[in-house]
């Protein structure tokens, strides 16, 4: 029986959900075994999934002075958060809530980058307080803001000005930042301006370019591209006496939900690195999916299943308020139970594992809205009533996206590390869902 079913041949996506006698396990710990002791639904992460992705990223850019910033925003839970700063990383934050979250992580303040297009006054003078390492600059008045809080408060820091390389590439709409009409960062005809007004200014050194494509790209070729945008616009920058060391080059590197296809870090830096180095340049990188979506499952548990009518639906007791990818982004997420006969173990991380005996059911929450889906005319062995059920790749833009739509509280998170799991967010109860209202 294949062990690591969800690992390629070249341990791309190294994962640690695995099926044994028909039991998924997280690590060595069987699921079955959280849920009953912890409830579902549940996000369950594997420690030594995204430590082994960090790494990865880490030794793919060891050969050029690299910083990498974990995004916060993927996934934020300060236990996940701390054994990623122990490990290295900074972060990537993109409001006051995601700065304290770093804080209460002990991360170190000079590594943490700073995005955004509406920090607030209050934001910018949290982050000025900690000593963070860069405001990424989306606009001229933030820039301008920023400048004039830097000097009411005697305080200097750095900047990254955001550049749109103008780059399209195939992703959802919604998570397409990096070309021309979005809201975020100036175009490169305009960096030369930003440059030209306010480099000289005295408190905000400019001293880095940040690019970031959004998320989802799935080839190599977007960023090397946008790598090669950016490199004159520095030469030119430089030209006119600036000192630009630092690339920021964002995150947005795909993580694998449906296919052994996208590339790994190594492939990343193998066309990123050389190009920077030539340029004597600094890298930041800014990954949340490529470390944290594949390090998560989501378990829930089936409370009907309706059959009958055109369709069979099988409803869980998880909602589009605690995994809303499928329903905002039609993401697609691999759904197996947590429990099969040994026919049913998947062999590889097939999305259309057309087993004799499978069914083809819709898989769908409990919340009241048509949307409330996770998969659709989706393949599975067949459930019933009380059977475990896992969504995998859940841990990026899962928990952090959760809501307490339809007064559902929010479930709990659990953290595996070998032999041993505790729960790193308690489920919220009744009470909590009222407290700040008395
Ligand atoms: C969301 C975001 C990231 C992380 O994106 P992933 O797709 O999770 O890697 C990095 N940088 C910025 C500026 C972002 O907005």
Redesign the pocket.
């Known amino acids: 029986m294949p062990d690591n079913w969800l690992k390629t041949e070249q341990g791309r996506t190294m994962d640690s959900f695995n099926y044994r006698n028909g039991k998924l396990y997280a690590e060595n710990v069987n699921v079955a075994t959280i849920a009953a002791q912890v409830g579902t639904p549940v996000y369950i992460y594997s420690k030594a999934t995204f430590m082994d992705h960090l790494k990865k990223i880490q030794a793919a850019y060891a050969d050029i002075d690299t910083t990498v910033c974990y ?1 916060i ?2 996934c934020g839970n300060i236990n996940i958060l701390k054994s990623l700063a122990e490990a290295g990383s900074g972060f ?1 934050i ?1 409001s006051g809530g995601e700065l304290y979250r770093a804080q209460q992580a002990g991360a170190d303040m000079s590594k943490i980058v700073f ?2 297009v509406g920090k607030t006054d209050v934001e910018i003078l949290e982050a000025l307080d900690a000593g963070i390492g860069y405001f ?1 600059i989306e606009s001229e008045a933030e820039l301008e803001n920023l400048i004039k809080l830097c000097k009411e408060h005697g305080k200097k820091t750095k900047a990254a000005l ?1 550049v749109n390389p103008d780059i399209k590439y195939d992703s959802h709409k919604h ?1 397409t ?1 990096g070309v021309k009409e979005t809201k ?1 960062g100036v175009d490169i005809e305009r960096a030369h301006k930003v440059f030209d007004t306010y480099a000289g200014n005295g408190v905000v050194e400019m001293s880095a370019i ?1 690019v ?1 494509l ?3 790209g799935k080839t190599i070729d977007p960023y090397v591209n946008y790598v090669k945008k950016i490199l004159p616009l520095v030469a030119d920058l430089r030209a006119k006496g600036y000192t630009i060391d630092t690339l920021d080059l ?4 795909g ?1 694998d939900y449906e296919t052994d296809t996208v590339p790994s870090a190594a492939d990343y830096a193998a066309g990123i690195v050389p190009l920077l180095k030539a340029a004597n340049l600094k890298l930041i990188l ?8 594949n390090a998560a499952i989501m378990l829930t548990r089936t409370v009907f299943k309706k059959t009958g009518g055109e369709k069979t639906f099988v409803i869980v007791d998880a909602g589009m308020n605690d995994l809303i990818r499928p329903c905002l982004y039609e993401a697609f997420h691999f759904i197996w139970p947590a429990q099969v006969e040994e026919k049913f173990v998947p062999d590889k991380r097939a999305k259309k594992l057309n087993l004799p005996g499978t069914e083809t059911v819709d898989i769908v929450g409990p919340v009241c809205e048509g949307a409330d889906f996770f998969a659709k005319d989706r393949t599975m062995p067949p459930v019933a009533r009380g059977d475990l059920v896992a969504v995998f790749s859940a841990g ?2 899962g928990y952090t996206m959760a809501s307490n739509y339809n007064a559902r509280p929010l479930c709990a998170e659990v953290l595996v590390n070998g032999d041993t799991f505790e729960v790193i967010r308690k489920r919220q109860t009744y009470e909590d869902l009222v407290a700040l209202e008395k």
Request: hydrophobic share 30%.
């Open positions: 995004s925003k993927a990537d993109v995005a955004g990424n955001r998570i930042t975020f940040h970031h959004g998320s989802g964002g995150g947005g590197y993580a800014e990954p949340g999916k490529s470390i944290i979506a990026a833009y």
